[in-house]
């Protein structure tokens, strides 16, 4: 039986879709990270890192969005979530590093500034810093997904849940944005998420809104 570890609304969205997409039996396991649940001593033994996701497999513990993404569509084939094309894999993956790398970066710059500075004069600049960054990385988003319908085009594939996670975030208090009015492209993508069955599922269980 796999086990996802997730914490609600955090970037753990992206697979716990992707599991539902796929429609494998898998045991959902919340962590409350508000409450430091991801730095329990049972929970580092699993994860040193103290961050979800975690995908168990068995006895196979992987982390990363970056991993855990393919694995998922590679382990469940079926529904072709890691197209068989190179070049359509390419730009899959061309995605979901640039995503993790570079996307997911610049808003721990907003979110969690602490982890860039120590002065609080700095942590101020970091913020700002990180929100000019966020709105310019935002529109590349925007941008290169274009009409789509999906990330990499025509096809469907893991690349999209993790999209959605960063238009919920940029929705969300830490950035404030406006994503219908200044981010067109990706919101009529996140509003395509929102239609799918395993998309409102996953939404549902862990408390989030539709994209409007
Ligand atoms: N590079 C990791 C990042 C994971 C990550 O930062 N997860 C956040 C939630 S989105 C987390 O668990 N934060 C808890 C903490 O920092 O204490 C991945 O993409 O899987």
Redesign the pocket.
């Given at each position: 039986m796999l086990k996802l570890y997730y914490?609600p609304g955090?970037?753990?969205l992206a697979p716990h879709v992707a599991l539902e997409e796929v429609g494998a039996p898998y045991e959902a396991v919340k962590?409350a990270?508000a409450k430091?649940e991801?730095?329990t001593p049972e929970y580092l033994a699993m994860n040193p890192?103290?961050?979800?996701?975690v995908l168990k497999d068995g006895d196979f513990v992987l982390?990363?969005?970056?991993a855990?993404l393919p694995y998922i569509a590679q382990r469940f084939s079926g529904p072709g979530l890691w197209p068989s094309y190179a070049k359509e894999a390419a730009r899959c993956a061309e995605w979901i590093g640039w995503i993790?790398s570079t996307v997911?970066i610049a808003y721990?710059h907003v979110r969690?500034p602490e982890r860039y500075a120590n002065d609080p004069k700095a942590i101020e600049d970091v913020i700002a810093k990180g929100k000019e960054s966020c709105r310019d990385i935002w529109g590349q988003v925007d941008k290169k997904l274009g009409e789509g319908p999906w990330a990499i085009g025509e096809r469907y594939s893991v690349a999209d849940p993790y999209l959605l996670?960063f238009w919920t975030w940029g929705r969300g208090p830490t950035l404030g944005f406006d994503m219908a009015r200044d981010f067109p492209s990706w919101t009529a993508h996140a509003r395509r998420m929102g239609e799918r069955p395993a998309v409102k599922r996953t939404l549902e269980r862990e408390g989030l809104e539709l994209p409007a």
């Open positions: 914490s955090a970037c753990s962590v990270l430091g991801q730095r890192k103290g961050r979800v996701p982390t990363e969005n970056a855990i993790a997911h721990a969690r996670v």
